[in-house]
């Protein structure tokens, strides 16, 4: 097995996994970083979602071989002392049902804020279809995305 070096959350990680092995697995399994979820594990549901060089891409479609020498951040690593302006607003909108799914939610919006930090309704729509929800939290997690844009 061939060995690759994965940079998560800004640690250096050495992992001996086959090269198709999704990314999901590797956080998850080899890492032993949980915040990121297994959703469904074809990419369309969106709960594994992680930022690779700042953009959002579902973990579990993302294979080990595409990962090496570029910047991946799971939930963890977003932001450790919660002062992300998305966890900020996730906190003071108290968007979380049941909180499966709120990790892509987050890692989402932060790409997408990080495109376009005042999004319109239309952007935050075309992004957040990306990642279900299965409680419908869709209102709160709407206002959190714009309480997060005053928040930079």
């Known amino acids: 097995m061939p060995a690759y070096e994965l940079t998560i959350n800004d640690k250096l990680y050495s992992v001996d996994v086959p090269a198709d092995t999704p990314l999901l697995w590797i956080i998850r399994d080899e890492i032993g970083l949980t915040g990121t979820k297994y959703g469904c594990g074809v990419g369309s549901c969106g709960s594994c979602t992680v930022l690779v060089n700042g953009e959002a891409v579902f973990s579990c479609q993302y294979v080990a071989s595409l990962a090496t020498g570029k910047k991946i951040t799971t939930i963890e690593g977003l932001d450790p002392d919660c002062q992300h302006p998305v966890q900020k607003a996730w906190t003071e909108v108290n968007v979380p049902q049941c909180g499966y799914c709120q990790p892509g939610q ?9 495109k376009h930090p005042h999004p319109t309704d239309e952007q935050v729509n075309e992004e957040m ?6 409680c419908g939290t869709y209102y709160r997690i709407r206002r959190a995305i714009h309480k997060a844009s005053e928040y930079l």
């Open 106 to 114: 987050m890692l989402t919006v932060a790409a997408l804020l990080k």
């Open 129 to 134: 279809q990306k990642v279900v929800c299965r």
